[in-house]
């Protein structure tokens, strides 16, 4: 349920933050002024008895976060990919949320994973370790198969994580309802529907099943990728609340001393997880959308192997060219074309002035340019075109959100490996191919057939259609508008010609 009751589970989250220390260690990290931590002090500390106490072991912001529960959890991940935002220490701290959070009993998983599969587990498995991994909604546990010996990885759901996880969203809605009645200038970024969007895609998580399948169309869109590999899924060992896949032998992407033990190139790595996301996303248009250092390994041989596929992003082919676009205009520094895209994909009102609008972008990317690799960040050029849009009355796009929050994950995690990396120097290349391949008469063709093809399937029912329409534009049509009701039967009769041409078109070819 949404309703007030949900303030005092906001009243608790403040509480929490300030009995475990954390509220303290973030108002650090940001360096807050003198009248933002008194304020902070007064209204937490009269309630800190509410809080939850959490793990004592645990540093502050991380005992916090988990006590609080699975969704807060979440936005502790996107954080600890994030240095520059929260500081090299903060963040550190936070990477234990990606992988390495109490485990429930085994007792426990082994239960669920017999009454799952509908087999005993020493059936299925000739060995089965104790949890090697334990995240905000699920663990793994690595097993030997009792069929072949293989070496797989088991992830178990939590018990009762979706309840809980609902309980943390329901408070989530309350506080968007809050910002939309008591700010209502933040009502064009939608708040409710970016709440909606995070619960859709977290809710994903909590069905295996799905994620075996996101795992498998991945793998066939990825699998002539180099450098990039990913574990096989095993579908007769995996059901809603367990999956089965192949171990992942390599060192996790957050242990710079152990790659550089280990020879490998850490610049390189970087620069590769980088451009593999932004192919995924623009070529496929199916991409990782939870590529923290937590989910990602890197083989001996220098792979870098994804996994954990619960959350997935994808966008439609016309969203993705915009998209390029509008990188490719930010790499060029050519702000009119990225102010043009934003008017013509619909994202500026019409009524806006598209000179004025590029020459706030120029504001935005300017600077960008004249600082070097360590200054360059894509958080920061979208927390500046968040202001600049803001001015204009762009509205929140559903459709970008999980796109643009990972493209900061995935740049947190390519600086943690190379705090020297270049975002756009190692973008450009991806760009550059994707326009080359999306844009121009190559494409045009392609999209031309497309269409052709399209036609060719309605072609039985062209005439059915054509009649229908006419039908209607004759008895709409009134003696004072007689022509353009002409025009109406010329325009359908061309559909109908053009449906014939794109038949035979598609036939021919």
Do not use: C
């Not at 007792?107 to 799952?116: D, G, L, R, S, V």
């Not at 969203?169 to 506080?175: C, L, S, T, V, W």
């Not at 031309?448 to 036609?455: E, H, I, P, S």
């Amino acid at each position: 349920m949404r309703g007030p009751h949900n303030i005092f589970r906001l009243i608790r989250t403040g509480a929490t933050f300030e009995r475990t220390g954390a509220m303290k260690v973030i108002l650090n990290a940001y360096q807050a002024p003198v009248g933002l931590r008194l304020a902070a002090k007064i209204l937490g500390w009269p309630f800190q008895w509410l809080g939850y106490k959490g793990d004592p072991e645990m540093p502050p912001v991380t005992r916090a976060l988990t006590a609080l529960g699975p969704a807060y959890i979440k936005f502790g991940q996107i954080l600890s990919t994030r240095p520059d935002v929260v500081g090299d220490e903060l963040a550190v701290q936070l990477r234990v949320l990606q992988d390495k959070l109490p485990p429930f009993p085994i007792e426990e998983a082994q239960k669920m994973i017999e009454a799952e599969l509908g087999r005993a587990l020493t059936s299925i498995f000739q060995d089965f370790s104790a949890p090697v991994a334990a995240a905000s909604i699920a663990q793994v546990h690595r097993a030997k198969l009792a069929s072949d010996g293989a070496d797989v990885a088991v992830k178990v759901l939590r018990p009762g994580i979706e309840r809980a996880f609902r309980r943390d969203i329901d408070a989530f809605y309350f506080a968007a309802r809050m910002v939309e009645v008591l700010a209502p200038g933040a009502r064009r970024l939608r708040p409710l529907d970016v709440i909606a969007h995070f619960e859709g895609v977290v809710l994903g998580e909590l069905d295996l099943r799905l994620e075996s399948s996101a795992a498998g169309e991945f793998a066939a869109n990825t699998e002539s990728d180099e450098g990039f590999q990913l574990p096989h899924i095993n579908w007769s060992l995996s059901s809603k609340n367990v999956m089965t896949m192949d171990w992942a032998e390599g060192i996790s992407a957050g242990d710079n001393a152990a790659l550089d033990a280990a020879g490998h190139d850490r610049q390189k790595i970087g620069e590769r997880i980088l451009q593999l996301f932004l192919s995924h996303a623009l070529r496929d248009g199916f991409f990782h959308a939870d590529l923290h250092q937590g989910n990602i390994k890197i083989a001996a041989n220098g792979n870098v192997i994804a996994y954990d596929f619960g959350i997935m992003g994808r966008i439609d082919e016309y969203t993705r060219r915009v998209y390029a676009e509008i990188l490719f205009g930010f790499i060029r520094r050519d702000y009119k074309r990225v102010a043009e895209v934003h008017f013509e994909a619909g994202y500026v009102p019409a009524d806006k002035d598209v000179d004025e609008f590029a020459r706030a972008l120029r504001a935005v990317g300017e600077p960008i340019f004249g600082m070097d690799a360590t200054q360059i960040s894509m958080g920061r050029v979208l927390t500046y075109l968040f202001d600049v849009t803001e001015q204009f009355g762009m509205e929140t796009r559903m459709e970008l959100i999980l796109l643009q929050r990972t493209m900061v994950v995935v740049e947190g995690v390519a600086r943690s490996l190379h705090p020297q990396i270049n975002i756009w120097e190692v973008a450009k290349p991806i760009v550059e191919d994707y326009i080359k391949q999306s844009i121009g008469p190559k494409a045009l063709m392609k999209d031309l057939l497309k269409t052709a093809r399209v036609l060719s399937r309605f072609g039985p029912k062209l005439p059915q259609l054509a009649e229908a329409a006419l039908v209607r534009t004759y008895n709409t049509t009134q003696p004072s508008v007689q022509k353009q009701g002409m025009k109406k039967w010329w325009l359908l009769f061309a559909l109908f010609v053009g449906g014939g041409g794109g038949w035979l078109a598609a036939h021919l070819i």
